[in-house]
């Protein structure tokens, strides 16, 4: 038996489509995270973006517990909407707790968080940012809690896409242009340093970051660096 109601799912994310675009993109997100929760009895949900030293940051949360989610996963360093944005698919766990992949995280995470699934959130084909719920009990997540999770993540997709259309100017439409523009180049970076150093995705990305920031350089120029002298 399915977890979601699909008919319920359409009928949100209709209702969302209908509605007038926010002038405010983060109080559309806002809006959104509501949507998921009420719709599907999540005990929370959040939005992440990536900045310019590619840190996730939340920018719009269900709840206490949901905001503190991301907020750890920011201090942690790791995590599964980390792991999220940079694999660019779904990362979940039954029960972060319990879970090997983030032994970092457990110590800085709020105690009612258990359950986390998350999904990248597209603009231009490359992943911005993260779609992220969690439940407060372990959870088995399925594949109809994630077809309806990347259904929002469109939605969310298209928000984003108005926005810089419009030319929004605000921290967050900042972000986005950020990502848009050297997505495809850090992407690259890498690829290189995966097989460079063989290694898998998170690591590669965490090591590119760690080198950025000891160096007090932005990732997106460091990873340019990288690929000139890999042709060199």
């Known amino acids: 038996m399915m977890h979601i109601d699909t008919e319920a799912l359409d009928?949100?994310?209709?209702?969302?489509?209908k509605a007038p675009y926010e002038t405010d993109l983060a109080r559309a997100l806002h809006r959104v995270v509501t949507s998921v929760n009420r719709v599907f009895g999540y005990?929370?949900?959040?939005?992440?973006?990536?900045d310019e030293e590619e840190d996730l940051l939340y920018v719009a949360a269900s709840d206490e517990a949901g905001r503190s989610l991301e907020q750890a996963q920011a201090r942690a360093g790791q995590g599964p909407c980390y792991d999220t944005y940079v694999v660019g698919h779904p990362v979940s766990t039954k029960d972060v707790r319990s879970d090997s992949r983030w032994p970092q995280l457990v110590d800085?995470?709020?105690e009612r968080v258990r359950a986390v699934a998350g999904v990248p959130i597209l603009l231009g084909g490359s992943p911005v940012g993260t779609l992220n719920v969690y439940r407060s009990e372990p959870y088995g997540w399925d594949d109809s809690d994630i077809a309806a999770l990347r259904a929002y993540?469109?939605?969310i997709g298209e928000l984003m896409a108005a926005a810089l259309a419009s030319h929004e100017h605000s921290v967050t439409a900042s972000q986005l242009q950020y990502a848009l523009d050297y997505r495809v180049v850090i992407e690259r970076a890498i690829g290189y340093l995966?097989?460079?150093?063989?290694?898998?995705?998170?690591s590669a990305f965490n090591?590119?970051?760690?080198?950025?920031r000891d160096s007090r350089r932005r990732?997106?120029?460091?990873?340019g660096e990288i690929l000139e002298e890999s042709t060199s």
């Open 11 to 17: 009928a949100s994310l209709q209702h969302l489509r």
């Open 207 to 212: 090591r590119l970051r760690k080198q950025a």
């Open 194 to 202: 995966m097989a460079k150093h063989g290694v898998d995705a998170v």
């Open 219 to 223: 990732v997106a120029d460091l990873a």
């Open 153 to 155: 993540a469109g939605l």
């Open 108 to 110: 800085v995470l709020d």
């Open 43 to 50: 005990d929370g949900a959040g939005i992440m973006l990536i």
